[in-house]
């Protein structure tokens, strides 16, 4: 076991300083060598097999999309084989050339529906594990049936709630009205918005309420002696404290929300310009055998996730492996404790 | 944990005498929300199992419970003709081999990057961390053309490779937490007594480490069970469909419109024993949700 003896003092761990990966390196010079190849041992595994599943495609994909197939065919209406090196015109013709338009319409759908079922999200999951963390009997019972939304496939939630949404089904009925959910714009980008917030929030709601238990009765009851309203302790209070689990639940959503592919897939049906999201639009085009339109629009897909997830934890400091990163240094700071206690 | 429960329900018990509202009020309000709350998850999913139990012709009715109770919907499911075994057992296949391999690579790196000190920890969990932020779509269509030219369209490794590109992420997370919330000691005990750090794992860690490894395999197998969009893309042959692919493409066997009564009891039934995994470990589902934090 590697005891360090470099080990700054105990007590002098702050889990909010980020001057970890500093210190952090400095220290790891005294590993021993058998720990240091072990953990490669163990560690490799996992990175070859993400290597291969996630970085090769990664990369691939920003190669193929400098190419294009041949646009002929032979008799049979295969396409001959061979690409054609393009450059840069896949994605010039899907930013400002034929594909534009589609292009565009996808994207906004993607934005829109990335950030009215996220807000949607988190407003209702909050309030969900507000009224779950006062909750006096039945808590099992909720937190059961809480999971079920969450447990069930989205293409199955897709296909019920287009069952709820069909001409004579359930949702016309309560509202009193004739809406052709699947055909009208409007009425298509609700049911999808609907059905992604019943899955959803009530996931959102369980990681805000884990966050909520947290949170030490006493804060509460002080603020309370010191006269703070219902409204003011859950801004002054609940809100600050659980903001960074909620950060990280509002970041995962955001970027699952914007690879959103089955719900409108099932629920309304490939190629409506209502609802194509930016996955739809270029698995039409991978399933057309076009590989290198297909690898710009993933190309492009990668790339804005990649900028949205950085804009996240850069303007809002979501700490994705906080939690990780605390625990490393809590152990870290044990040995070392020790160490000083003797 | 089942002392914590129950001082928790205690403390909840004696709670409200100690409020100083009407107690009325604040015990009514947090009781109707959380009806609204059941109502809310459970409404939608209802309706579904409601409509599998009509009979195809009172499909569209829309009373509370069906007038005559049929199992005629699920017969049609089940019907040879339409192929759904099949898609169950491909699923079963897919989802089971994801869960173990993924088991199998990820406690190896969890159990590095709880317990072992090395170079590059934090960049290794990051990088995890991140490859499960790809959206799919993007990994797709590169492996979709490389395992065209393999010959594997329509096989299971074709569906199983790429659904490690998600489960591996939540599952190292995951294992992580868990084996760093077991005590250091026992492992440096059976080191002091001899063990190598592998020795001390496979005897020590694995054994203390079942719960932990428990609720991941149910949490990557539900995830494996609901992905849609790989086994959409990797395969177009029918036999080969999994169950979400299937029940997508479900026409149904006999000749309506649109077969929703078919419909909903297949989706009944691909969802009923995920809804039966968290009725009964829904406890350990949420701490392995909660922990991760990653879906």
Redesign the interface.
């Known amino acids: 076991m590697s005891v360090e003896v470099t080990g700054r003092p105990p007590g002098t761990d702050d889990p909010e300083s980020s001057s970890a990966p500093s210190t952090g390196t400095r220290r790891r010079r005294s590993v021993k060598k058998g720990t240091g190849r072990l953990a490669a041992i163990l560690v490799s595994p996992t990175l070859i097999v993400l290597g291969l599943v996630v970085a090769y495609p990664i990369l691939s994909a920003l190669h193929e999309s400098l190419f294009r197939a041949r646009d002929d065919l032979d008799a049979q209406g295969f396409v001959i084989e061979g690409d054609v090196f393009v450059g840069a015109r896949n994605f010039t013709d899907i930013l400002f050339g034929p594909e534009a338009e589609r292009f565009w319409n996808a994207f906004w759908n993607t934005t829109f529906f990335t950030v009215t079922t996220v807000a949607l999200e988190t407003v209702l999951g909050v309030a969900m594990a507000l009224v779950m963390h006062r909750a006096l009997r039945g808590r099992a019972f909720v937190r059961a049936s809480i999971l079920v939304p969450w447990a069930v496939p989205t293409a199955v939630s897709a296909l019920m709630w287009r069952w709820i949404f069909a001409p004579d089904g359930i949702a016309n009925l309560a509202l009193g009205r004739q809406i052709l959910w699947s055909a009208d714009a409007v009425a298509a980008k609700v049911a999808v918005i609907t059905a992604e917030v019943w899955k959803t929030a009530p996931f959102v709601g369980l990681l805000v309420l884990a966050g909520l238990q947290l949170i030490p009765q006493e804060v509460h009851e002080a603020a309370r002696v010191d006269g703070a309203s219902g409204w003011s302790r859950f801004w002054r209070i609940t809100l600050p404290l659980i903001k960074p689990a909620l950060l990280v639940a509002v970041l995962f959503r955001m970027l699952d929300a914007l690879r959103m592919f089955d719900l409108p897939f099932v629920l309304i049906g490939q190629q409506k310009d209502s609802v194509e999201t930016l996955s739809m639009l270029a698995w039409t085009e991978a399933t057309n055998i076009q590989f290198g339109p297909a690898a710009a629009y993933a190309t492009i897909m990668f790339a804005y996730v990649a900028l949205v997830a950085f804009a996240f934890v850069k303007m809002l400091g979501a700490d994705v492996i906080g939690d990780a990163r605390t625990s490393v240094r809590r152990k870290r700071s044990a040995p070392a404790g020790k160490e000083a206690a003797r | 944990m089942t002392a914590a429960t129950t001082t928790r329900t205690h403390a ?2 004696t ?2 005498a100690k409020r100083r509202r009407p107690r009325q009020w604040s ?1 009514a309000l ?2 109707v ?2 009806v ?3 109502g ?3 409404a ?2 209802y ?2 199992v409601v ?1 599998a139990f009509r009979r195809p012709e009172d499909q ?1 009715d ?1 009373t509370l419970l069906p007038r005559v109770w049929s199992l005629e919907n699920f017969a049609a499911v089940f019907d040879p003709s339409v192929g759904f075994h099949r898609a169950l057992l491909n699923s079963v296949v897919v989802a089971t081999t994801t869960t173990v391999l993924t088991l199998i ?2 406690s ?2 969890a ?3 709880a317990r ?4 590059g ?2 960049v ?8 499960s ?14 395992f065209s030219s393999f010959g594997w369209i329509n096989t299971y490794q074709a569906m199983v ?2 659904s ?2 998600f489960a ?2 939540l599952a ?2 995951n294992l ?2 868990f084996f ?1 919330q077991m005590p ?1 000691e026992l492992e ?1 005990a059976a ?1 002091v007594d001899g063990c190598t ?2 020795q001390a794992f496979r005897k020590v860690i694995v054994p203390l480490a079942a719960p932990g490894v428990f609720t991941t395999a149910i949490l990557t197998f ?1 995830v494996a ?2 992905e ?2 790989i086994a ?2 990797m395969v177009n042959k029918e036999s080969m469909q999994t ?3 299937a ?2 493409k ?1 026409t149904g066997a006999q000749g309506f419109e ?1 077969p ?1 009564g078919t ?2 009891a297949a ?1 009944v039934v ?2 009923v024993p ?2 039966l ?3 009964v470990f ?1 406890r350990r ?2 701490a392995g ?3 991760g ?3």
């Open positions: 909840t018990e709670a409200p015990d947090p009781m929300g959380l609204v709350i059941v809310y998850c459970l939608p999913f309706w579904m409509t569209f829309n690579v990820a190896l790196t159990y590095a990057l072992l000190e090395f170079r920890k934090n290794v969990l990051g990088l995890v961390i991140a490859t932020m790809f959206p799919g779509i993007s990994l797709i269509v590169p492996l979709l053309k490389l490779l790429p490690l590109s591996l992420p190292v997370w992580t937490m760093r250091v440096q080191m750090p592998a539900i069970w609901n849609f969009i959409l893309s169950v979400t692919v029940i997508s479900f649109q929703f419909q909903m989706g691909v969802t995920l809804v995994a968290v009725l829904q589902i949420i949700l909660t922990t934090g990653v879906k």
